[in-house]
C-alpha cells in the first residue's frame, strides 16, 4: 500500500435513466502504485470510462456513486503528504485542487477535444493561468517547450492557429501537451489512440512512453485493444459488466490468463503464424444490466461455467502475487481447467520467442 | 473569401433591379397610377413626360426609372401632400423608425440572450419550462398582439406609458412599441441560443475543460457563451422580416410618425409614388442588412474564415 | 460473505449459450414511433386538441343562435360580452366599468355571448364565421404552396446540373425581396378579396417547401434504390412516385403545418393595414381590424377575435414543432 498513489475500494455507482437505475459499475477495487502503468481493458459497455470519470470527477448528470472510495495520495501545495477520498469531495474542489494540476486527462477524439474558436497556445496555458497564476509570458514560452516536446514542429506559429487547422495527429499531440501543461502526477489517457490512423497510433503511444521516462508521471490507460496493452502496460484490469474480473501484471495476464473472458479476449487476437484454425470470438453480446441476473454476470456466455457460476457471483480470488481473479474456477474446490488449447499453444511459442 | 463578398453582392444588385423592374411595370400596367392616370392635367403630363420620358421604348424607360431611383428621386406625392418631393418626406420617418426598431432589436437581443443562457443552464427545471413557454408565445403570436395587449394594460388602464407616440418625447412614449418589437427578438433569439448553449456545453471541449480544472464561471463565459453566440448571427434574417412587418402594425397602434405608418396611409388613400417609394426603401434596407449578415457571418467564425484562406 | 456451497456447484455445467437471455428491445413500425413521440409531448397534443376545437366551433358555432354574421341589429350596437352561465361569477356578465349595458338598455332578456360590434352585429358568429375563412385562406394557400413547393423542389433536385442551378438562382433572388413588400404590393394592385389575398400569399410562400424538398431528393439520389431501380429500367416519372414521393412526404406535412400560421398571420396583417377583404366579410383580421378602431371603449371587441388568432397560431407552431421532433429527434436545423 506504500507506494500507492491513486486506491480505488469497493467502488459502485449507477446511472438514473427513463428506463430506471443501472447499475455501471458493481464493485471495483483497484491500485495504482507511482511510476506504473496501469491498463483497464474490456469491451464497450464493460463501465472501463466511468471508472476514471469518478476519479476525475466528471461524472454525468446522472450519475451517483453508491459506495466506495477513492484514496488519492498526493503532497499538498506546502509539500505535505495528504490523502484525500475523491468520492466525497465537491465538484468544486476537485477542478481547484486535482483536475489538470495533479491528475490530467487525455479524451479519446481530438477532433472534438478542443474548443475550435480558442487558439492552441490559449488552451494550453489556460490551465497553467488557472491553477498556478503563472504570468502570461513565462504560460507562452512553457506551451511553447510542451508543443516541442510532444514533437510538433514551428511551436511558435502553431501557438495561434486554430484546431481546425491541424491534422488528427497533431491536434492529439496538442491535448497531450495541455494534459501535461500543470506537471501532473497521473496521466489518464481514455482510448487516445482509437480514433487515429494505424500510423500515428504507434506514434502516440511511443510519444505517451517517452514522456513517462522523462518526467516519471503515472499512467492509466482504457482501451480495447490488447495489442495496445502489450506495449504499454505494467498492470492489467480486465473489466467485464462493471466488475473488475482479472487483475495481474503484464506476464500474469499474457502468460497465465485465469479467467474464461480473458481467454476469450486473448483468442480473438489474429494470429498471423497460425493459419488453419477459425478466429475465435466470444459468443453472444454483453449482458444489458438493466435486467436482473444472478450469479455471473458472464457466465450465459462462459463454456467453462461451473454450476454455481449461475447462482453466486464469483468474489476476487488472489492466485498469486499482485494476480487476483473473479472466478469460481480458481476456487480451492474447483477442478482444474486448462486455457483453451489453441492459446496455450499460442502463448507457448510466444514464450519461445522471447516475447 | 473577396470571391465569396462578390458573388452575395452580385446578388444583391440583381434582387434590387428585379425589384425595380416589378415597381416599374406596376406604374406602367396600373389604371390610376401617375402614368396612366386620365385626371392628370397637361402640364403635369408634359412633367413627367420629361422626366420619365414616357414616349421613349420600354427599355429606356426602365433605364431612366432605375437611374431616378437609385438616385433618390421617387417623385412627388399626389394625395398625401400634394407636391411634396417624397424623398423630403422620407427622411424624418426613416429616422425614427429605425430608431425604434433598433431599440427593439438592442432590448430583444439582450433579453434573449438573458433567458436563454439562464434556461440553458438550468436544463430541465421549471425555469428552463418558463423560458421555453415564453419563448413559443413570443414566436408564434404576432406583435401586435403584444402591442394592444401592452397598450390596454400599460397604457389605458394602469397609465404607466403614454399610448400616443410623442415626438417631442421620444423616450418614454417609445418603450412601449419597444416593448412590444422586440418580443420576437427575444423568443428567437432566446430559443436559439438555449439549444446552441446546450449543445456546447455538453460537448467533447467543455468536458476536457472540466478535467483542466477550469472553474464553472469561466467555462460558462470563456467557453460555453463565445463558442454558443456565433451563430446567432444566422437568426437575424427572420428577425429583419418581423422588424419590417411589425413596425407597420405598431406604428398604426401606437401613431407613431414612422415609415410604416406613411406605407399604411399612402396604400389607403391609392398614392402610388409613395407606396412605391417606401416600398423601394424597405426593400434596400432589407437587402443590405441581409447582406452585411452573410458577409459579418463569414469574418466572425475563424472556422469559415481560416478554411476560406486556406483555399489560396 | 458467507456462501453455502451446493453438492454439485463446482461441476461444469455445459450450458450452451442461448440468445434467449437477450431481452430485445421491442421494435415498432416507424408510424406507431412518431405517434408515440408526438403524445409524448404534451405541448403538441394540447395544440392538436385547441385546432380541433376550434374548427368544430368553426363550423358548428354559427348556428347556435340565429344571427347570422352580417345580421345588424343597430339598438343592439356594443353590447359587451354576456354568458349564461359564467356571468354569474362575474365574468362575462354584460358589464362595463360597474354598468350593466343591457339593463341600461332595456335588454335583460336577450344575451350575446361575444357580444355585438358598432353595427349591433352579432361577434360570436362573426367571429367562427370569420375563424372559417381564415381557415380556409390559410389552408388554400398552403395547398397550393405544397403543390408548387413539391414539384419545383422535385424537378431542380432530381434533375440537378444546369436546371438546378438555374432554378437555384432564381430562388436566391426571389429570396432578397421581402415577402410583406410583395404581399402588400399585389394586393394593393389586385385589390383585396379572398382569391388576391391568397395569390399574394403564393409568391414566395413556397420557397420553404421547395427548399426541403430538394434537400431530401439530393439526399435520396444518392441512396442505392433509386440506382436499382433505374438500373431496372423504371422511367424518371415512375422514379419520382413511387420511390421519391414517398419518403419526402413527412417533411412536406411538416413544412405545411408550419406554414399556416404564417398564412393567418399574414392575412390578417393585410387586414389590419387595410387590405382585407371587404365589409361585411368577416376574417379573423377584419374583426380585429374593426374592433381596433374602438379597443380603448369596448376592448372586447378586438380582444376576443386576437384571442382566437393567437391561441390558432400558438397552437399550430406547437403542433408542427410536435411533429417535427416526433419524426426525426435530430432534424432540428428547419
Known amino acids: ?355 | 473569401m473577396r470571391k465569396y463578398i462578390l458573388k452575395r453582392l452580385g446578388i444583391a444588385v440583381i434582387t434590387i433591379l428585379s425589384i425595380l423592374l416589378i415597381l416599374f411595370l406596376m406604374l406602367e400596367l396600373m389604371p390610376g397610377t401617375p402614368f396612366n392616370d386620365e385626371k392628370l392635367t397637361v402640364e403635369q403630363k408634359v412633367m413627367l413626360e420629361e422626366k420619365y420620358g414616357l414616349d421613349d421604348p420600354l427599355l429606356v424607360r426602365f433605364g431612366n426609372y432605375v437611374k431616378l431611383m437609385v438616385q433618390g428621386d421617387f417623385g412627388i406625392s399626389y394625395t398625401l401632400q400634394k407636391n411634396m418631393p417624397i424623398a423630403k418626406m422620407l427622411k424624418p420617418r426613416v429616422e425614427v423608425t429605425m430608431t425604434i426598431g433598433l431599440q427593439a432589436v438592442l432590448l430583444g437581443t439582450f433579453v434573449g440572450m438573458i433567458l436563454g443562457i439562464i434556461a440553458s443552464l438550468n436544463h430541465n427545471t421549471a425555469l428552463d419550462t418558463a423560458a421555453s413557454l415564453i419563448s413559443v408565445i413570443g414566436v408564434s403570436v404576432p406583435s401586435y398582439v403584444f402591442a394592444l395587449g401592452l397598450a390596454y394594460l400599460l397604457g389605458y388602464k394602469y397609465h404607466l406609458f403614454p399610448i400616443l407616440y410623442n415626438p417631442s418625447n421620444p423616450g418614454i412614449s417609445s418603450v412601449m412599441p419597444t416593448i412590444a418589437l422586440s418580443m420576437f427578438t427575444v423568443a428567437t433569439v432566446s430559443r436559439f441560443l438555449r439549444s446552441e448553449m446546450l449543445e456546447v456545453l455538453g460537448s467533447d471541449y467543455i468536458l476536457l475543460a472540466k478535467t483542466k480544472g477550469i472553474n464553472e464561471t469561466s467555462l460558462v463565459i470563456k467557453h460555453g457563451i463565445r463558442n454558443a453566440l456565433i451563430p446567432v448571427i444566422t437568426v437575424l434574417g427572420p428577425l429583419v422580416v418581423s422588424l419590417m412587418t411589425g413596425s407597420l402594425v405598431v406604428e398604426k397602434i401606437f401613431a407613431i410618425p414612422g415609415l410604416g405608418n406613411l406605407f399604411v396611409t399612402a396604400i389607403q388613400v391609392n398614392d402610388y409614388n409613395v407606396v412605391i417609394a417606401v416600398a423601394f426603401i424597405y426593400s434596400i434596407l432589407f437587402i443590405s442588412i441581409m447582406l452585411i449578415i452573410d458577409i459579418l457571418y463569414g469574418i466572425i467564425d475563424p472556422r469559415i474564415r481560416l478554411a476560406k484562406e486556406g483555399e489560396h | ?334
Not at chain 3, 463446482?10 to 431481452?23: C, G, L, P, T
Not at chain 3, 382566437?308 to 403542433?319: E, H, K
Open chain 3, 1 to 334: 460473505m458467507e456462501v453455502r456451497f451446493l453438492e454439485n456447484d463446482f461441476v461444469r455445467s455445459y450450458k450452451k449459450y442461448s440468445s434467449a437471455v437477450e431481452v430485445e428491445g421491442i421494435s415498432e413500425s416507424f408510424s406507431k414511433d412518431v405517434l408515440r413521440r408526438f403524445t409524448r409531448n404534451k405541448g403538441a397534443v394540447i395544440g392538436c386538441l385547441s385546432i380541433f376545437l376550434i374548427i368544430v366551433m368553426s363550423l358548428f358555432g354559427p348556428y347556435i343562435n340565429s344571427h347570422t354574421y352580417k345580421s345588424i341589429i343597430i339598438e343592439h350596437s356594443s353590447l359587451p360580452p354576456k354568458v349564461p352561465v359564467l356571468q354569474n361569477i362575474g365574468i362575462a356578465d354584460g358589464v362595463i366599468d360597474g354598468r350593466d349595458i343591457y339593463l341600461e338598455k332595456g335588454f335583460e332578456d336577450i344575451a350575446y355571448i361575444f357580444g355585438t360590434d358598432t353595427l349591433g352585429r352579432d361577434l360570436w358568429t362573426r367571429t367562427w364565421v370569420g375563424t372559417r375563412i381564415s381557415l380556409y385562406i390559410a389552408g388554400l394557400a398552403m395547398f397550393i404552396d405544397m403543390i408548387i413547393g413539391m414539384s419545383y423542389g422535385l424537378v431542380s433536385g432530381f434533375f440537378g446540373g444546369k436546371v438546378d442551378i438555374a432554378m437555384q438562382r432564381f430562388i436566391e433572388i426571389l429570396s432578397g425581396i421581402p415577402n410583406m413588400v410583395i404581399v402588400t404590393l399585389l394586393v394593393f394592385i389586385l385589390k383585396p378579396g379572398i382569391m388576391s389575398i391568397t395569390v399574394a400569399l403564393l409568391i414566395k410562400g413556397w420557397i420553404g417547401m421547395s427548399r426541403v424538398v430538394r434537400a431530401q431528393v439530393l439526399k435520396l439520389k444518392e441512396q442505392e434504390f433509386i440506382l436499382a431501380s433505374r438500373t431496372l429500367g423504371t422511367s424518371n416519372r415512375k422514379i419520382i412516385f413511387n420511390e421519391v414521393l414517398p419518403n419526402i412526404l413527412g417533411q412536406v406535412i411538416i413544412m405545411s403545418m408550419f406554414s399556416i400560421p404564417n398564412a393567418i398571420f399574414m392575412e390578417s396583417f393585410l387586414a389590419f393595414i387595410g387590405l382585407g377583404l371587404q365589409a361585411p366579410l368577416a376574417s379573423l383580421g377584419v374583426l380585429i381590424s374593426e374592433g381596433f378602431k374602438s379597443f380603448l371603449v369596448f376592448p372586447y371587441m378586438v380582444a376576443i377575435p386576437t384571442i382566437v388568432l393567437a391561441i390558432l397560431m400558438l397552437s399550430f407552431t406547437v403542433m408542427a414543432d410536435g411533429l417535427r421532433d416526433a419524426f426525426d429527434p435530430k432534424m432540428k436545423e428547419m
Open chain 1, 1 to 355: 500500500m506504500e507506494n500507492n498513489i491513486l486506491t480505488i475500494r469497493n467502488l459502485d455507482i449507477s446511472f438514473t435513466t427513463s428506463s430506471g437505475s443501472i447499475n455501471v459499475i458493481r464493485g471495483i477495487d483497484l491500485d495504482l502504485k507511482k511510476g506504473e502503468t496501469v491498463a483497464i481493458v474490456g469491451e464497450s459497455g464493460s463501465g472501463k470510462s466511468v471508472t476514471v470519470k469518478a476519479v476525475m470527477g466528471i461524472l454525468s448528470n446522472n450519475g451517483v456513486i453508491n459506495d466506495g472510495s477513492i484514496h488519492y495520495n498526493y503532497l499538498d501545495d506546502h509539500g505535505n503528504a495528504t490523502q484525500r477520498d475523491i468520492v466525497g469531495m465537491r465538484q468544486k474542489d476537485i477542478r481547484k485542487e486535482i483536475s489538470g494540476k495533479r491528475i490530467a486527462m487525455v479524451f479519446q477524439d481530438p477532433m472534438t477535444s478542443l474548443n475550435p474558436t480558442m487558439n492552441i497556445g490559449n488552451q494550453i496555458i489556460e490551465g497553467m493561468r488557472q491553477h498556478y497564476k503563472t504570468p502570461k509570458k513565462e504560460a507562452r514560452a512553457k506551451a511553447e517547450e510542451l508543443l516541442s516536446l510532444v514533437g510538433i514542429d514551428n511551436p511558435k506559429k502553431r501557438m495561434k492557429q486554430f484546431p481546425n487547422e491541424l491534422s488528427g495527429g497533431m491536434r492529439q499531440r496538442v491535448v497531450i501537451a495541455i494534459a501535461l501543461s500543470c506537471d501532473p502526477e497521473i496521466l489518464i489517457c481514455d482510448e487516445p489512440t482509437t480514433a487515429l490512423d494505424v500510423t500515428v497510433q504507434a506514434k502516440i503511444l511511443e510519444l505517451i512512453k517517452a514522456i513517462q521516462l522523462k518526467t516519471k508521471v503515472s499512467v492509466v490507460y482504457i482501451t480495447h485493444d490488447l495489442g495496445v496493452v502489450a506495449k504499454v502496460a505494467d498492470y492489467v484490469a480486465v473489466m467485464y459488466a462493471g466488475r473488475i474480473i482479472e487483475k495481474g501484471t503484464i506476464d500474469d495476464i499474457f502468460y497465465s490468463p485465469r479467467h474464461p473472458y480473458t481467454w476469450g479476449l486473448l483468442s480473438s487476437i489474429p494470429d498471423i503464424d497460425n493459419f488453419e484454425e477459425k478466429l475465435y470470438s466470444i459468443p453472444g453480446n454483453p449482458i444489458n444490466l438493466m435486467n436482473k441476473f444472478e450469479g455471473d454476470a458472464f457466465a450465459p456466455r462462459n463454456e467453462y461455467a461451473l454450476n454455481i457460476d449461475h447462482r453466486v457471483e464469483p468474489p476476487m480470488i488472489n492466485v498469486g502475487g499482485r494476480h487476483e481473479v473473479a472466478s469460481w474456477l480458481a476456487h480451492e474446490k474447483a477442478p482444474v481447467l486448462e486455457m483453451p488449447a489453441s492459446l496455450k499453444r499460442r502463448i507457448e511459442n510466444m514464450l519461445k520467442e522471447g516475447y
